[in-house]
T-cell receptor, first 119, second 111 residues
Framework: EAQVTQNPRYLITVTGKKLTVTCSQNMNHEYMSWYRQDPGLGLRQIYYSMNVEVTDKGDVPEGYKVSRKEKRNFPLILESPSPNQTSLYFC??????????????????FGDGTRLSIL | GENVEQHPSTLSVQEGDSAVIKCTYSDSASNYFPWYKQELGKRPQLIIDIRSNVGEKKDQRIAVTLNKTAKHFSLHITETQPEDSAVYFCAASKGFQKLVFGTGTRLLVSP
């Protein structure tokens, strides 16, 4: 079954304790992305990756790191989490047709989300 | 960068009525406009999308219209049903760059 898998689904932790949220997809998608969802703010992009070893900042990258060492995995790293990073996080993936192509007709597949609470 | 505004934030309708959600975008180079539906506690799911070379697209009870000149696009749901109740997000993108979302509309369909 084609899917995007995030772990953990829920996490309560404390300020400053490094954490990693994993994201894995089995669809051989080149493009992967992380979003955070906050009430009244919709989904905001944190980082995205066009392919292995290619990553770029989204709208709210501060306090986050990502890596793309393998095509299927795109972990989100919070080196020193703070309470303002308490949020619902979604990973997504899609095919990438190459330079000059668009996301259109290649919709993003979302994971089930990770709810992070940082005390 | 791109900015997407979405209205209304909440919409209540009676079953069988139509619902319209509107979005405006700021970057005239944006060329792809998807709509996502998110049920409570679930992931966002794509329900319909439109490219900038098309003015309208329909899929059964849902349709999307795009006005490039005015830089706005709308989601239309006809004959609403209780299972249409969810949060709907519009988004805009150009190429394979950032997908920028609106802030969401909570649609409540009352039986």
């Amino acid at each position: 079954e084609a899917q995007v898998t995030q772990n953990p689904r829920y996490l309560i932790t404390v300020t400053g304790k490094k954490l990693t949220v994993t994201c894995s997809q089995n669809m051989n998608h080149e493009y992967m992305s992380w979003y955070r969802q906050d009430p009244g703010l919709g989904l905001r992009q944190i980082y995205y990756s066009m392919n292995v070893e290619v990553t770029d900042k989204g709208d709210v990258p501060e306090g986050y790191k990502v890596s793309r060492k393998e095509k299927r995995n795109f972990p989100l790293i919070l080196e020193s989490p703070s309470p303002n990073q308490t949020s619902l996080y979604f990973c997504a993936s899609s095919l990438y047709g190459g330079r000059g192509t668009t996301i259109s007709n290649q919709p993003q597949h979302f994971g089930d989300g990770t709810r992070l609470s940082i005390l | 960068g791109e900015n997407v505004e979405q209205h209304p934030s909440t919409l209540s309708v009676q079953e069988g009525d139509s619902a319209v959600i509107k979005c405006t975008y700021s970057d005239s180079a944006s060329n792809y406009f998807p709509w996502y539906k998110q049920e409570l506690g679930k992931r966002p799911q794509l329900i319909i999308d439109i490219r900038s070379n098309v003015g309208e697209k329909k899929d059964q009870r849902i349709a999307v219209t795009l006005n490039k000149t005015a830089k706005h696009f709308s989601l239309h749901i006809t004959e609403t049903q209780p299972e249409d109740s969810a949060v709907y997000f519009c988004a805009a993108s150009k190429g394979f760059q950032k997908l920028v979302f609106g802030t969401g509309t909570r649609l409540l369909v009352s039986p």
